[in-house]
């Protein structure tokens, strides 16, 4: 097992599993364009391998975190990452599937501020989980989800309800941020903004 910095500590990770920690600089900038504070914040981390970046949400103020992670000896080590975690948040893991795991969620009726998203590269998975987020009322609507991919992947500037407002590149790290809005008032907008144009 070898470290990765996370939430002011080291977390372990698995040595020779595919988990990729998201950077100290990439982790800084996600919160910055968050805000600072997580307080208050119920926060989802999907992927969430070593946990880097719920337990950081948990050290800045979050109220709690469901961390889902699929891989078996990973979760095991995540487990520990957060139980040494020792933020104030309460938290969980699910261990399973991404997209089963989010079905679940909002079938139990539970709602997010901040989901963070941080798939594998090029494997597919954004459209899946942008999909699966666009139809089901996990995201609360003033809250936001972050998904990291690589350059040769892009997740769409709107889908359903959810329209990305930000999106930045570290690298070979892109990040997307997306917030949930009403079809209907931003047809309105629009069409109120033509209306002016006309005139």
Same mark, same amino acid.
């Given at each position: 097992?070898?470290?990765? +910095?996370?939430?002011?500590?080291?977390?372990?990770?698995?040595?020779? &599993?595919?988990? &990729?920690?998201? @950077?100290?600089?990439? +982790?800084?900038?996600?919160?910055? #364009?968050?805000?600072?504070?997580?307080?208050?914040?119920?926060?989802?981390? !999907?992927?969430?391998?070593?946990?880097?970046?719920?337990? *950081?949400?948990?050290?800045?103020?979050?109220?709690?975190l469901v961390a889902v992670e699929r891989d078996r000896e990973?979760?095991?080590v995540l487990e520990g990452n957060l139980t040494r975690s020792?933020?104030?948040? @309460?938290?969980?893991?699910?261990?399973?599937?991404?997209?089963?795991?989010?079905? +679940?969620? $909002?079938?139990?009726?539970?709602?997010?501020?901040?989901?963070?998203?941080?798939?594998?590269?090029?494997?597919?998975? #954004?459209?899946? #989980? !942008?999909?699966?987020?666009?139809? !089901?009322?996990?995201? /609360? *609507?003033?809250?936001?989800?972050?998904? =990291?991919?690589?350059?040769? =992947?892009?997740?769409?500037?709107? #889908?359903? *309800?959810?329209?990305?407002?930000?999106?930045?590149?570290?690298?070979?790290? /892109?990040?997307?941020?997306?917030?949930?809005?009403? $079809?209907?008032?931003? =047809?309105?907008?629009?069409?109120?903004?033509?209306?002016? =144009?006309?005139?």
């Amino acid at each position: 097992v070898r470290g990765a +910095r996370g939430g002011g500590g080291r977390l372990a990770v698995p040595r020779g &599993r595919t988990v &990729r920690p998201t @950077s100290a600089r990439v +982790r800084g900038a996600r919160f910055d #364009i968050l805000g600072q504070s997580c307080g208050g914040d119920d926060v989802l981390d !999907l992927y969430a391998g070593a946990g880097t970046l719920g337990i *950081e949400a948990l050290a800045r103020g979050a109220r709690t975190l469901v961390a889902v992670e699929r891989d078996r000896e990973v979760a095991e080590v995540l487990e520990g990452n957060l139980t040494r975690s020792g933020g104030e948040g @309460s938290h969980r893991l699910v261990r399973g599937d991404a997209v089963t795991a989010i079905r +679940r969620l $909002a079938a139990a009726g539970e709602r997010f501020d901040v989901i963070f998203a941080d798939p594998p590269y090029d494997a597919g998975e #954004i459209g899946r #989980i !942008l999909g699966e987020l666009a139809i !089901l009322p996990l995201l /609360n *609507e003033d809250g936001v989800a972050v998904v =990291e991919h690589s350059p040769r =992947e892009d997740g769409p500037e709107r #889908i359903g *309800e959810l329209r990305r407002f930000d999106f930045r590149v570290y690298g070979q790290t /892109n990040v997307s941020f997306y917030e949930r809005t009403s $079809a209907d008032c931003e =047809e309105s907008a629009e069409r109120a903004a033509a209306k002016g =144009e006309q005139r």
